[in-house]
């Protein structure tokens, strides 16, 4: 098993323990035959859960989830390992993402390269064919807003939204399940490319956010619908 499934199998495996009666959080021995690691695998991963902030340890008081204090890079995992996030991150995640892919739409105008450009037709292509033939548009729609932060040439800005992606990766194929939003989508991809490439920064960021305002919309929505009933503060026991 390699180091980041390990990550994410027990992140979900510690989560999955405290939800039960006891709470109780089994022993590194236990973990260790559960995950058929050693006890050192299994310190190191509690050792690197706890710096992503997934788990604190307290002296004679046991191990506790902190969920609300999670790094952006941990709350990623947790999407990994299907553990449900806290409702209010989801939201200002999303809400984040929005801040930061408008004012990409904006750099990208005096950035883009022509390689951005070609790699933006490529995908709106791929998205015409694939609206074509009924399917979704999940793996287009992100790779055409990550694209656009690309264009940036700003590497550090490229993978902070990626991880808003990663997120959201079991949510948008749901999403983009309604044929007639994903010609939408498309469409209004197809004005942000248009704006792009005539350098109009401020029609750029206009229309990126519009087109984000739907999908603030979607997950606002759903968040509402299914609140999750995680207690980070429970503490999961020592054996």
Known sequence: MTEKNLLAELAFHLFS???????????????AEHFAVSRGQIREAL?????????????????YLTTRQASVEAMALFAKAGV??????????VELRKIHEIK???????????????????????????????EGLAQEDRDFHLEIVRATQNSVFHRICSVYYVMGEDRVPIYFNDPERCRRSH?????????????DGNLAQALMSAHLQGVESYWKG?????????DPGRPLQHA
């Open 187 to 199: 469409a209004e991809h197809v004005q942000i490319f248009e704006a792009l490439q005539r350098r």
């Open 84 to 93: 449900p996030l806290d409702p209010i991150q989801i939201y200002e995640m």
């Open 47 to 63: 050792a690197i859960l706890e710096a992503m902030r997934i788990v604190e340890r307290r002296a004679k008081s046991g191990i």
């Open 17 to 31: 323990c405290s939800k039960t009666e006891s709470g109780r959080m089994p022993s590194e021995r236990e973990l």
């Open 104 to 134: 990409a739409a904006e750099l990208a105008c005096s950035r883009a390269t022509e390689e951005n450009y070609d790699r933006l037709r490529e995908i709106l292509q791929a998205s015409e064919e694939r609206i074509a033939a009924g």
């Open 222 to 230: 759903l968040i509402e619908k299914n609140d999750d009933d995680v």
